[in-house]
């Protein structure tokens, strides 16, 4: 299931110095996704699967040092009992807070882990609008359902959209606007055309759209903290 550890980040928990575990295989294919060898099984396969027991060991004896862990892929979700499993251990052994990045496919395991509470912070990617979503191979209406348990369900939370051009423009945001109502924060994170899972030129937007998108979503939801990645 782990493919990859990152023993200390400042960046990837909001307020945490965290460790970072990845896991492998996905069930979306967005074009601009920059893990590859997590997703694409030509380069997974040949990948060092990480036992389990060591990651806890490593977990342990940073634990006076980090805060937390993220669990990120790929889509970790996809691992099921498995991922309960290793969550369950880091709560026990290690009583460290867990951040869960996932894409909202699986948002009965999402609620899950949420009511037993085995994660303490969501991260979800909104990739397009709803009737876009096959482009990426998801299905839309699973994704739907993760968006309101963020709402419901956890305080510590945020949705994070990729300014990737082919796929999110302001005709998509727009179809996008109804689902980020009551969520708490939003991330807008700039695409990267360096290695992605598909080989295109694609040119990122100019800062100034940007700034036009920032300060339109912060018109059509005052109630959702906003900020922009630019690297």
Same mark, same amino acid.
């Given at each position: ?43 997974? &396969?040949?990948?060092?699967?990480? @036992? ?13 040092f980090i805060k937390g862990v993220v ?5 970790? *979700? ?23 990045? *996932?894409?909202?496919?699986? @948002? ?37 359902? *993760? ?26 945001l727009k179809e996008m606007l109804p ?9 807008? &994170?700039?695409?990267? @055309? ?38």
């Amino acid at each position: 299931m782990i493919k990859g550890f990152r023993g200390t980040s400042l960046v990837d928990f909001p307020g945490k110095i965290a460790s970072v575990i990845f896991t492998y295989t996905c069930n979306f294919r967005c074009p601009y996704c920059y893990n590859v060898e997590l997703v694409n099984p030509e380069y997974y &396969q040949n990948l060092e699967t990480l @036992p389990e027991e060591t990651i806890l060991k490593e977990l342990k004896r940073r634990k006076g040092f980090i805060k937390g862990v993220v669990i990120t892929g790929g889509e970790p *979700t996809l691992w099921g009992k498995k991922l309960v499993s290793l969550l369950e251990k880091i709560k026990v052994e290690s009583d460290l807070a867990i951040k869960l990045d *996932t894409n909202g496919s699986q @948002p009965e395991l999402v609620k899950f882990l949420i009511e037993n509470k085995l994660i303490d912070y969501l991260a979800l990617d909104f990739k397009t609008s709803p009737k876009r979503y096959g482009e990426v191979g998801g299905n839309f209406e699973k994704v739907k359902k *993760t968006l309101f348990l963020l709402e419901k369900f956890l305080e510590n939370s945020e949705v994070r959209i990729t300014l990737y051009p082919p796929l999110v423009g302001f005709k998509e945001l727009k179809e996008m606007l109804p689902f980020l109502k009551g969520i708490k924060n939003l991330a807008l &994170q700039k695409f990267l @055309p360096e290695k992605t899972l598909k080989e295109e030129r694609v040119k990122p937007y100019k800062l100034e759209f940007y700034q036009k998108i920032h300060a339109y979503l912060e018109e059509k939801l005052p109630e959702v903290k906003i900020w922009v990645r630019y690297e």
